[in-house]
């Protein structure tokens, strides 16, 4: 071959290799770059550090499995007064002993959550307060969620459950959780859905705001929404939106057949006029099952065990409808659900099988 040839040959091998090179190296560049890219969306997307704001959601830290994420939370509102924990939060939350307390829920301590150094806070809808409060941590560069978490329905508690997993990315726990609501909700609707409203039994939710009774209310919504799905007739609702108050009269006047005793005190145990309740007189007043009184998110009628908390209410509703249903079996298979094993009960939930 002659030279000529051989030298452009060459030639044209080395421009081939060098340009060939120069693609890889930018291929593998640009991968590079978007793996960088993707992995700091994801952490971005995946908060480390969460401050809660209000305890009526601290339920969805346990189904999500984030609670060791929690840097900040109203301490005494969610039972923890003191760096002790009780068997439930020291079980289950251990890291709840170091957080930074908060302050009031409706003044939180703003101070104190910035330099808890949050890169995520959950706050309520439901307050009127949320609104400054989230605006005022975004402009400290903390990305916000509010929920109604804790208030209003069933469904919109399902909601909250699938947003907060949105953010931090923790789906396959809510989707696990939310089929398990949804089974026991199917199960109990099918069992009662053919019972007249009018043959229904009347219900009464009792709660208390410091020592005044509570019958309907923002602090009854989820309560009351609880019992309806489980085959109860409740008195009417009213139109308040907050609190209402209770008394003797509105009881009397409804005649409940049985009372649901979700209160944290027993103030109208000492009524003079309690006795003649009806449903006291026929012994149907029912406290509400808690696997750890000192934390009451283990209410059976509060939301996040309130897949428990609706078979516990259909029971005491129709007896011989859900008389194959164990509570005891049903609460281990939810506490295995929810943290891979089960807890010991500590509440009334088990009186009947």
């Known amino acids: 071959m002659p030279r000529r ?3 452009i040959i060459i030639v044209l091998t080395l421009i081939i290799s060098f340009f060939a090179a120069d693609w890889v ?8 770059d978007a793996t960088t890219s993707n992995t700091e969306t994801a952490v971005a997307s995946h908060p480390g550090r969460i401050a809660l704001l209000y305890p009526q959601a601290i339920g969805l830290f346990f189904i999500l499995d984030l609670t060791d994420k929690v840097v900040c939370l109203p301490r005494r509102p969610a039972g923890i007064a003191d760096s002790k924990l009780e ?7 251990p890291s709840f002993s170091d957080v930074a307390d908060t302050g009031q829920v409706g003044m939180p301590n703003i101070e104190t959550i910035l330099r808890a150094r949050p890169d995520l806070a959950v706050a309520s809808l439901d307050f009127s307060y949320s609104g400054n409060l989230t605006r005022s941590l975004e402009q400290h560069g903390i990305k916000t969620v509010t929920l109604h978490a804790g208030f209003g ?10 947003k907060l997993a949105e953010v931090t990315g923790s789906k396959e726990r809510a989707e696990k959780y939310t089929a398990f609501f949804r089974e026991k909700l199917d199960l109990v609707s099918s069992r009662t859905a053919d019972i007249p409203v009018e043959k229904r039994p009347k219900v009464a939710m009792i709660n208390t705001s410091g020592n005044q009774m509570v019958l309907r209310g923002s602090r009854t919504t989820y309560g009351l929404n609880l019992i309806r799905l489980a085959g109860g007739r409740l008195m009417d609702s009213g139109d308040d939106p907050a609190d209402s108050a209770g008394c003797a009269e509105l009881l009397f006047a409804f005649d409940p057949d ?4 979700d209160a944290k005190n027993d103030i109208f145990y000492k009524a003079s006029w309690w006795g003649s309740l009806r449903a006291v007189k026929e012994g149907r007043v029912y406290k509400t099952p808690a696997d750890d009184r000192q934390a009451w998110v283990t209410n059976w009628f509060l939301s996040t065990y309130s897949p428990v908390g609706i078979l516990w209410l ?5 007896p011989e409808r859900f008389a194959d249903i164990d509570l005891k079996t049903e609460h281990e298979n939810f506490c295995r659900m929810l943290y891979g094993r089960p807890f010991a009960h500590a509440g009334s939930g088990f009186d009947s099988h």
Do not use: G, P
Not at 25 to 32: G, L
């Open 87 to 93: 068997a439930f939060y020291s079980t289950f939350s």
């Open 25 to 32: 190296f930018a291929a593998t560049t640009a991968a590079a």
């Open 314 to 318: 259909a029971k005491k509703f129709y």
């Open 258 to 261: 049985l009372i649901i005793d």
């Open 153 to 162: 329905t069933v469904d919109e508690w399902l909601e909250s459950v699938a």
């Open 5 to 7: 040839i051989r030298t």
